[in-house]
C-alpha cells in the first residue's frame, strides 16, 4: 500500500458546525503532515505530527484541531471555521520528519464553509 | 531562507510540442529537488525527484537534472500529451533535519488536441 487515503473527498459545513477531516496511510510513515491550498497556490504547511506527536504548529488558529489516535491515523477536527476557511485539505506523510525524499500526499478534501 | 522560483504560466502547448518548465531555487546546504503534479481536482503527486547535484530525475517521459551550478531544476517532456494537462510545482528541501518542503507558485499547462 503506498498510497495515503483522505475522507471525504468532499464537505460543506456551517460557521458553526463541527466537523472532522480524516487521514490514513500504511506505509510505516512516522511523519505526517496537514497542509491547507487556497485556488490557484502551493500547498501550505499546518501541522507535522513525528511519532505521533505534535512537533510543529504553524501559527494556525485553535478552530483547526489536530489529533494523531496511532502510527496510520491524523485527523483534523474543524470548529467555528469562516468561509475564508474554505480550501483544498491536504495530508501527507513522510518515513521521518525530514522532507530529504520528499513527501506522498493524499488527495485532499474540498472543504467549503458556508 | 529557501524559495523557488519557476516559470509563470499559464502555459498552452499541442500534443507532441516539447515542454520546458523553468525552476531555480535558493537554499542553504544541499537541498533535494522535487517536482510534483496536480491534475484537476486532485492532490499532489510526486512525478519525480533528485537528492544530489547532477542527478536526473524522470518518471512518466517527464526529466529534470539538478544543476548546482546554476542552481535550477528545469523539468522537461519531449512530446507532451493532452493528459499532461496539470499544475506542476518544483519544490525544495533544504536537508538535515529541516521537514519543509519549499514551493514555487505553480505552472498550469494546458496541452491542446
Same mark, same amino acid.
Given at each position: ?114 | ?37 496536480? %491534475?484537476?481536482? !486532485?492532490?499532489?503527486?510526486?512525478? /519525480? ?8 530525475? #524522470?518518471?512518466?517521459? +517527464?526529466?529534470?537534472? %539538478?544543476?548546482? !551550478?546554476?542552481?535550477?531544476?528545469? /523539468? ?8 499532461? #494537462?496539470?499544475?506542476? +510545482? ?24
Amino acid at each position: 500500500d503506498t498510497e495515503v487515503t483522505q475522507t471525504p473527498k468532499h464537505l460543506v459545513m456551517g460557521m458553526t458546525n463541527k466537523k472532522s477531516l480524516k487521514c490514513e496511510q500504511h506505509m510505516g510513515h512516522r511523519a505526517m503532515y496537514w497542509y491547507k491550498q487556497k485556488a490557484k497556490k502551493p500547498p501550505e504547511l499546518m501541522f507535522v505530527y513525528s511519532y505521533e506527536k505534535l512537533s510543529i504548529n504553524e501559527s494556525v488558529p485553535s478552530r483547526f484541531s489536530p489529533e494523531c489516535p496511532n502510527s496510520s491515523l491524523l485527523n483534523l477536527h474543524l470548529h467555528a471555521l469562516q468561509p475564508e476557511d474554505s480550501a483544498l485539505y491536504l495530508c501527507a506523510s513522510s518515513q521521518v520528519l525530514t522532507g530529504t525524499y520528499g513527501y506522498t500526499f493524499g488527495s485532499g478534501t474540498r472543504l467549503t464553509v458556508v | 531562507g529557501d524559495s523557488v522560483t519557476q516559470m509563470e504560466g499559464p502555459v498552452t502547448l499541442s500534443e507532441e510540442a516539447f515542454l520546458t518548465i523553468n525552476c531555480t531555487y535558493t537554499a542553504t546546504g544541499y537541498p533535494s529537488l522535487f517536482w510534483y503534479v496536480q %491534475y484537476p481536482g !486532485e492532490g499532489l503527486q510526486l512525478l /519525480l525527484k533528485a537528492t544530489k547535484a547532477d542527478d536526473k530525475g #524522470s518518471n512518466k517521459g +517527464f526529466e529534470a537534472t %539538478y544543476r548546482k !551550478e546554476t542552481t535550477s531544476f528545469h /523539468l522537461e517532456k519531449g512530446s507532451v500529451q493532452v493528459s499532461d #494537462s496539470a499544475v506542476y +510545482f518544483c519544490a525544495l528541501n533544504s536537508g538535515g533535519s529541516n521537514y519543509k518542503l519549499t514551493f514555487g507558485k505553480g505552472t498550469l499547462l494546458t496541452v491542446n488536441p
